[in-house]
């Protein structure tokens, strides 16, 4: 499965962080419920690796990326603990050569023509659009659509219920990436069926 799979599976790939393994596995459970196949869990707590490795084995119906890769060394990694793709906040020639060498499918973070530009010499049309809101949002992927019509976005940063549907009606948006599938109140509250919920609303948004 490559990136360009992986971003078509769904309209909303949620950006997660999970405290423990067992607090992974039932946000996990529980988006796959509300048809949300596809899941970033960043590396910005201690327990993220192994999360990883255990949601990863939960069902083949997931599709597991690890976000936040920011060293090239972090793409075998994330491949070891199983892993079927990689998100980087930005994109620099060497994550995408440690990423190629790994095996993992990667979707490089942009914000500007010069980093689309970098990306796409190294053969990487699906990028991550982040921070999307404080970058301009939808009025800047409206100007970026003119000079690179084929590169497809995955705006990723501030977006919340409210505005992902203007996100997903642009022509070179595939998906977005989102927190509020899981906000705190409802994983401190254990409140799954809150969040199938939220997964269902996020998994019937149209996109172009």
Not at 41 to 70: F, K, N, Q
Request: charged share 15%.
């Amino acid at each position: 499965m490559n990136i360009n799979d992986i971003v078509r599976a769904g309209p909303v790939v949620p950006v997660l962080q999970f405290d423990n393994v067992e607090q992974g596995e039932q946000v996990s459970r529980a988006l796959l419920a509300g048809g949300v196949r596809v899941l970033e869990i960043t590396l910005r707590t201690p327990a993220a690796m192994d999360v990883i490795r255990h949601v990863a084995g939960l069902s083949d119906e997931l599709i597991v990326g690890v976000g936040t890769l920011t060293r090239p060394e972090e793409m075998a990694q994330a491949v070891a603990a199983g892993a079927r793709f990689g998100v980087s906040p930005g994109y620099t020639p060497a994550l995408g050569a440690a990423a190629k060498a790994a095996g993992l499918p990667l979707l490089p973070g942009v914000v500007t023509p010069s980093d689309i530009l970098t990306a796409l010499a190294d053969g990487y049309e699906t990028v991550k659009f982040f921070p999307a809101e404080p970058s301009g949002g939808v009025p800047m992927l409206k100007a970026l659509y003119g000079p690179f019509r084929d590169v497809r976005f995955c705006p990723t940063g501030g977006i919340s219920a409210e505005s992902a549907p203007s996100y997903l009606a642009q022509p070179n948006v595939v998906c977005v990436g989102g927190s509020w599938l899981t906000p705190k109140a409802l994983v401190d509250a254990k409140d799954w069926d809150g969040i199938t919920r939220l997964a269902r609303a996020a998994s019937a948004l149209p996109r172009a």
